[in-house]
């Protein structure tokens, strides 16, 4: 996907050039954005390590969200995943993080959260964007466009 490779190398660039490194928090993508990012040479430069906690224990124990935040709002919310990123840099050796987590189907969906819901996180243990999007499609394609979007959001990020 030229598309996706495109926004790799961008971010590749950025983060060497101010010698960050990065990490990844990541449910429902299962590990799909680490696995693009270091499918490119040299992501050894910049990639720290990739988080996959797809289940809610796995956030709490290994990103620190608090309880209180997925009881209150769920693990697919603005609040989770912005606690995500920081939770990822804190535990890590990163700068800067993204994640993600969302309903990638075919089941799990609600009226509020329908099948495609998936939030985003970008930045620091002290600063985070967030944006939540609603993907048409089947699971993979839900995923797919979540890693791109994932991508472009640190580019974008990045540049602000």
Same mark, same amino acid.
């Given at each position: 996907m030229p598309q996706l490779i495109d926004s790799i190398n961008s971010l590749a660039e950025m983060l060497q050039s101010r010698d960050m490194r990065l990490v990844t928090a990541e449910s429902c993508t299962g590990g799909g954005i680490a696995t693009a990012l270091t499918d490119v040479a040299g992501s050894s430069n910049w990639f +720290?390590? /990739? =988080?996959?906690?797809?289940? #809610?224990?796995a956030k709490v124990r290994y990103l620190d969200v608090a309880p209180a935040i997925i009881e209150s709002h769920g693990a697919v919310s603005e609040?989770?995943?912005? *606690?995500? $990123?920081? &939770? *990822? $840099? #804190? #535990?890590?050796l990163g700068d800067v993080a993204v994640a993600v987590s969302g309903i *990638? &189907? @075919? /089941?799990? /969906?609600?009226? +509020?959260? @329908?099948? &495609?819901?998936? !939030? =985003?996180? !970008?930045g620091d243990a002290s600063h985070q964007v967030s944006r939540c999007f609603c993907f048409a499609g089947d699971r993979s394609e839900v995923? %797919? %466009?979540?890693i791109v979007a994932g991508v472009q959001g640190l580019c974008r990020w990045l540049s602000s």
């Open positions: +720290e390590c /990739g =988080f996959v906690t797809y289940s #809610n224990e609040e989770t995943v912005r *606690a995500m $990123v920081a &939770g *990822a $840099v #804190n #535990n890590s *990638a &189907g @075919p /089941g799990g /969906g609600s009226d +509020e959260k @329908p099948v &495609g819901t998936v !939030w =985003f996180a !970008w995923r %797919q %466009q979540a």
